[in-house]
């Protein structure tokens, strides 16, 4: 059998599903292999030029699922809630369509954004810089679940199960992953059904999922079949294994939690198809792009021209985690030029200049770089 | 600057943008480039395990953008129909939403569905098996407004120009493409406003494109600005440089039309993570796939367990130029299988077991294989 035909078959180290940091294959200075091109043909990201929008819509929004999505029919499907607490509770969407309802903005990245930028490159979700969106979720606070519940007091996590079933690093498992007992009570924590005003599509999680705004994307479960609430901390794969920024394979490392603080732009002029490199007419261009931060409010955006940086004008905040817009004016003179941006949010957390290399390429925030070519 | 920080800068052979076949950098036997990595993650594909789905949601269905998806306000944008007619006509969208509305289910599919799997392997946007998916497209028939422009007798073929813009091949152009005149007098093609009953989102045209059932996306035209009817043939990059059947760079070849027959099975069991690989349990599992022909209908769908080649059963027609969904049951057996589909139209066209190799990777038809491990 011919390895064209068998693309589903691993083309690369037979290794790589047995590395120790289950969620790559390790680190390689080596060419992209086929596993990465299967994952980036499966889990599509932002063209940035959606960056101009407030709001993404569904099919331009990033999507990352570990397995396959899953196919649900939403009257025989069940939500159950379980664990320390008074009331264990089996929901159906009518019933959840009946409770309080929110609606919140949030930008959601996938914690692996920028990872294939790195050098040397984690063999994972080859993500170059596109892996995020902003939209709007409405559904039920989950802390008013937790409180009709009754999250008994020596409670400190809550754990959340999607339907979803594969198997990474050797071990199968429907995707799991737990939150600590205050963050799941957060106001602004949402089961949503609808994803900007529309019922969710099928690979954003459909019929509900969880949203946690300010947290990368790992930890809104989508195709949500399970709430329990643990008295333990959680050991599951996706909590313990993948998911940590670790310095290398033997590493125990640390979770990855909130969003790092990051801005892109809009690549101004034309692309060439092929290689994207972008061409610009000389004279006046309004710079625009996005930033946000799950740490803290954006508070300024530089915009580097060629390596020197001045401050670029923000818009009002769009509240909540939702990304912020900022614009700068430029006059491109004829020449080459390399553009780029770097945010800094209210912790004084900046982007850095070089890549934030980890063993599973987590959070790299750097920043932004675009070669141009004016004339 | 570091190239991992100018990752839109060509990573490949400088000459890529150059290559005589404008469409790909020309093949290879080498790795994945970055600038396939590029393309692949702005431009998604359909999981295949959409294809339990007669309709295609839009963030699932196929996308390919040869620049930027623009941005577009419709109340200051009009369609221009000029050329070889009576009348010429601007239109606005109000307008047009007060004409004869169509609704037509089609099967689009990415011309270069397939490429990646070639060897060697021709350097563009790198399909595996997912660049398809299938839509209600609601809006104007084309023969309708061609009609009322009144086409002249000598007119041969209908020249179609989007807004989006770029350089492709080194040729600075908007992405034009025409049909011939008794293509575009048929009363399935439509000049489309809205995909599965709501508005085009913008990845797909919005305000308006043009729907062609039967032919590869290509012919499709998005974003459409512009119809203009001309007495010789159009020489536009597109339609003479790209889209090609080619078997080498000097080789003028013959023009990409109509959607070759091709099938697709939904990978049965559950996935690894990394390497895709499928994990099946033994027992009774129901295959099933679609499939779908621009030569005419789908006569028959044979299965293969491991090369040996079974009939599958054939749902109704689904009308159209729509995919036919197909069942078949199994009982796997434990051990590693190869899965596979194969599918012959009403002309006799089946799909082929090796390769179709062209210079371009233009219809490769060939039959999808799917290895499982059951147990």
Chains 1, 2 share one sequence.
């Not at 909130?258 to 034309?270: A, F, T």
């Amino acid at each position: 059998m011919k390895q064209i035909f068998t693309h589903q078959q691993s083309a690369g180290p037979a290794a790589a599903a047995e590395s120790p940091a289950a969620h790559t294959a390790g680190p390689t200075t080596g060419p992209i292999t086929r596993e990465e091109l299967q994952l980036g043909a499966r889990n599509h990201s932002m063209p940035l030029e959606a960056l101009r929008r407030d709001i993404t819509p569904p099919g331009l929004h990033y999507v990352l699922t570990h397995f396959d999505i899953p196919d649900i029919d939403e009257s025989s499907w069940h939500l159950r809630i379980s664990g320390a607490v008074d009331m264990a509770m089996e929901l159906t969407m009518a019933a959840l369509r009946r409770d309080p309802v929110i609606t919140v903005p949030v930008t959601l990245e996938c914690a692996g954004n920028g990872r294939s930028l790195l050098d040397p490159r984690p063999v994972s979700q080859p993500w170059i810089l596109e892996g995020v969106g902003t939209a709007h979720w409405t559904g039920v606070p989950l802390a008013y679940l937790l409180g009709k519940a009754g999250v008994h007091p020596h409670a400190v996590e809550v754990v959340f199960t999607g339907v979803d079933e594969g198997v990474q690093g050797g071990v199968p498992h429907r995707y799991a992953r737990s939150l600590p007992i205050h963050e799941a009570l957060r106001p602004d924590v949402v089961l949503a059904y609808a994803m900007n005003g529309t019922e969710l599509p099928p690979q954003h999680g459909y019929p509900l999922r969880l949203v946690v705004p300010g947290w990368y994307g790992m930890a809104s479960v989508k195709w949500l079949q399970s709430i329990e609430v643990v008295t333990t901390p959680f050991k599951g794969f996706q909590q313990e294994v993948a998911y940590r920024y670790q310095e290398s394979a033997d590493d125990a490392g640390t979770p990855v939690s909130r969003i790092r603080v990051r801005s892109l732009m809009v690549p101004p002029g034309i692309p060439d198809f092929l290689t994207r490199n972008r061409m610009l007419k000389p004279g006046p261009v309004l710079l625009q792009g996005r930033a946000w931060s799950g740490g803290g409010a954006v508070t300024s955006v530089e915009v580097g021209i060629d390596g020197a940086w001045l401050p670029a004008q923000l818009d009002k905040p769009a509240g909540g985690y939702a990304w912020r817009k900022w614009t700068m004016p430029w006059v491109a003179d004829p020449g080459g030029h390399v553009l780029s941006c770097r945010a800094t949010d209210s912790t004084g957390a900046t982007q850095p200049l070089e890549q934030n290399w980890n063993y599973q390429g987590m959070g790299n925030n750097v920043v932004q770089r675009i070669s141009v070519t004016v004339g």
